[in-house]
């Protein structure tokens, strides 16, 4: 590698947290690997601010090693001169490059360095193996430990697990997957290229927006920086594709703590937004559904009811939802025919003459039930097993509840929800009263929201808490 960069810099950061907007820099530690040999370089940093007592537990940094040593403003162009012409290696590298991008952010600097990162070299070198954290590196490649989470220690490590690399890997492969790490995506001209290292690797929804700030796009993904990035590799699967990433001249994110709030998040934006290459995705419709409804004598009959006459979130025994009244009477005459339900009966087809079989019955695609007197329990039992595989569920709730997710990076999401209508999304418990509070009596249905949220408490994968009687009285008022 030394024959495509200068030096290569093993690097590693000790912080006060883990967000770099708001923690700031408590000790460096690099080993610079060039021609003229190995070097290593360590500081503790003045963060100008308390160090968390589980930070000084952590990595044994308290507030008294820090008092009297430089900021990050003092030692800034020390890290330019030894970061320049480098390969900038990191465990996790997004954390300790952003770390350092954001301080130079703060004195008005920009850091624009070739970044791998090991985790992910890791992992492309050993698919079959599950840990790749710099633990599980020290136990499999038997590195030599003797301290953690200290600056130079940590870096010192990598630099081992690279001699383990080269020693043990054929170089060509090496290269091979260090180059493909490394390769860039061809971003539009009017986009950042900082960009690609603010990008997060958790869930959310991103928008694409075009000239004169029109949407473009919108899309959500368990991986937003893999796949924004997607878009912008030069082999692109469709002309349309190409011609999307060609027009970009902004991008926004928004992060998520998981799958079910990008659903809802995304089926939002793309209503509000009305991206021009997703047209059609979510065009206004009819919605409608098969309700079973008595007829005179009784007997429960399916009659087709639309959303915009008929309470969707809380109205009772729903089949189906569809977009147009065709759709509709296409699902039901296809039930009928694979049950061998009687159409006239339906309303989907005209009796001859009363008391006579209907047209389907002579074909021997219908039971005769349009003749069939004796048998009324019959026909209802049939008609109800027939329509049940296409069966709205209830919401199975006294009242509004929050479906909780949880991230990885500890953020929290708190989806309200009231007989299938989404209320808002929320990260603090003081919020949720808010949330309610300013709620609309009747959240409208909404076929997206009811399809993401029935999948997701079917799967069980969610915290769902009820919210207590007070908080549901004032959805209720």
Sequence with gaps: MLNHYSKLIFIDLETTGPNPLCDRITEIGMVEVSAAGVQRWTTLVNPEMPIPPFIQQLTGINDDMVR?????????????????????????ARFDYGFLRHAFKR??????????????????????????????????????????????????LLWQFWRKLEATLPAEMLLDSIQELLHRPNLPAHLDPDLLHDLPDGPGVYVF???HDV????????????????????????????????????????????????????????????????????????????????????????????????????????????????????????????????????GLAHRPRAGEPCVASRAQRCMQECVDKGRPDRQQERLLQAL???????????????????????????HVVDHWGSLGTVHEEHDVQQLLLEAAARPDFDLDNYKILSRALKLGK????????????????
């Design 462 to 477: 969610v915290e769902v808490r009820p919210l207590h009687s007070s908080q549901a009285a004032r959805v209720a008022r």
């Design 388 to 414: 049940s595989s296409i069966r709205i569920q209830s919401w199975p709730y006294g009242g509004p509840v929050a479906i909780v997710e949880a991230g990885a990076d500890g953020r929290r999401d708190m």
């Design 107 to 156: 004195f008005g600097m920009h850091l624009h360095c070739e970044v791998l990162c090991t985790v992910k070299l890791s992992r492309k070198l050993f698919p079959n193996e599950i840990k790749h954290s710099l633990d599980a590196l020290v136990e499999r490649h038997k590195l030599a430990a003797h301290t953690r989470h200290r600056a130079l220690a940590d870096a010192d």
């Design 209 to 211: 927006y075009g000239e």
């Design 215 to 346: 949407p473009l796009h919108v899309g959500k993904a368990a991986h937003l920086r893999q796949r924004i990035l997607s878009h912008f590799h030069t082999d692109h699967p469709s002309y349309k594709d190409m011609h999307l990433a060609r027009q970009v001249r902004r991008l926004e994110w928004h992060e998520t703590a998981g799958d079910v709030g990008a659903q809802l998040l995304h089926a939002q934006l793309s209503k509000g937004l009305q991206p021009v290459h997703d047209c059609g995705q979510h065009r206004e419709t009819e919605l409608c559904s098969w309700q079973l409804l008595p007829d005179a004598s009784g007997a429960l009959r399916p009659v087709l009811v639309y959303a915009r006459d008929v309470d969707f979130c809380r109205a009772q025994g729903l089949h189906g939802l569809f977009t147009s009244r065709e759709k509709a009477r296409a699902a039901l005459h296809a039930l009928a025919e694979q049950h061998g339900l009687c159409l006239a009966m339906l």
């Design 68 to 92: 009297h040593a430089p900021t990050i403003d003092t030692v800034r162009d020390e890290l330019v001169r030894r970061l320049g012409d480098g390969l900038f290696i990191a465990h996790n």
